[in-house]
């Protein structure tokens, strides 16, 4: 396989910022420490010295421990802080606390907050030359999840163009389908659909370039891609959550309603998942499922972004 020329970008904040081409490199560089890093439990070096700082302002399990594994297979010094300790839980500026991982030699930082934009914020403020990885602001972007999820269904249905993909469920609170709405129309995919309650499709949904359904039989009609979205009830008013029952009985993703889609599709979640609410254990659990899959794709493409961006 021929090598990918190398993109050159500073930091990695909304999936905007890559082309087909740069994407197509990173699938690259994941794959290889896909096969010669994680699968043979082998360290690389590449980061050796660089200081990563991670910084996650809301709770994560996977995405947290994804970018701190994926900077120790690296080489890098990892800095992990209990965001509760920190001193912005004790009044000083979100800026200042940049500061002072800057003065430690920080090359990187990943940043997750419950606000748009903080991300895009904190690489204008910086003093120093290092990067910045957006892991999520508020209902905007979480691009490395888009990727991630890009690779997974590459590694799969290389044929974008020709792909029908449907998500479901929580798309007005979906970072998760933002970016990844996003890097689909990069990649050339034509047929992208929605399928959600009313309440739960973004009032800009026209501008997104998909099509939209309020049921799963119409949604998922010969679908290869299924991706199923939690209800994100940190970001919805008590009166908006909708009932888990209610919901589960017309957008839960079951056996019987993925007999809509293709026989060979593939089930995608980005986690957490809520068993019986947006998917059946039948079907997270199933032959269909790559949902682990994507767990362990997100180790080597967040070592393809860090390896991309610091050296």
Do not use: W
């Not at 030699?105 to 904190?122: K, W």
Request: aromatic content about 6%.
């Amino acid at each position: 396989m021929t090598k990918k020329t190398k993109p050159t970008f500073r930091h990695l904040i909304e999936m905007g910022m890559l082309d087909k081409q740069a994407i197509g490199y990173l699938f690259q560089n994941a794959e290889h420490f896909l096969t010669s890093s994680l699968e043979k439990d082998a360290l690389q070096k590449t980061l050796s010295g660089k200081v990563v700082t991670n910084l996650f302002f809301e709770p994560s399990t996977r995405s947290r421990h994804s970018f701190l594994i994926a900077a120790k297979r690296l080489g890098a010094i990892v800095i992990n802080p209990d965001m509760s300790t920190l001193a912005t839980a004790k009044g000083e500026s979100l800026i200042d606390t940049i500061r002072t991982f800057e003065a430690m030699g920080t090359s990187l930082f990943v940043i997750r907050h419950s606000d748009n934009n903080t991300a895009d914020f904190i690489a204008a403020e910086l003093s120093s030359n290092a990067s910045v990885i957006n892991a999520g602001d508020g209902d905007n972007q979480h691009p490395t999840q888009g990727l991630l999820d890009l690779f997974t269904i590459h590694r799969h249905k290389p044929n974008f163009p020709e792909l029908k993909v449907t998500i479901i469920g929580d798309i007005l609170h979906s970072r998760v389908a933002r970016s990844l709405i996003e890097g689909l129309h990069i990649m050339d995919a034509q047929t992208i659909r929605l399928v959600a309650p009313t309440a739960l499709v973004p009032n800009d949904v026209d501008q997104l370039g998909v099509q939209v359904f309020h049921t799963m039989k119409d949604g998922l009609q010969d679908a290869d891609v299924v991706v199923a979205l939690r209800i994100q009830k940190e970001r919805m008013q008590d009166a908006s959550i909708p009932d888990p029952n209610k919901f589960y009985q017309q957008f839960g993703l079951t056996s019987e309603s993925l007999a809509y889609a293709k026989p060979d599709a593939i089930v995608m979640h980005p986690g957490p998942i809520n068993r019986s609410v947006e998917i059946d254990s039948s079907v997270a659990d199933g032959p269909q499922s790559v949902i682990l899959e994507q767990v362990r794709n997100g180790v080597a493409m967040r070592m393809a972004i860090m390896d991309c961006l610091l050296t």
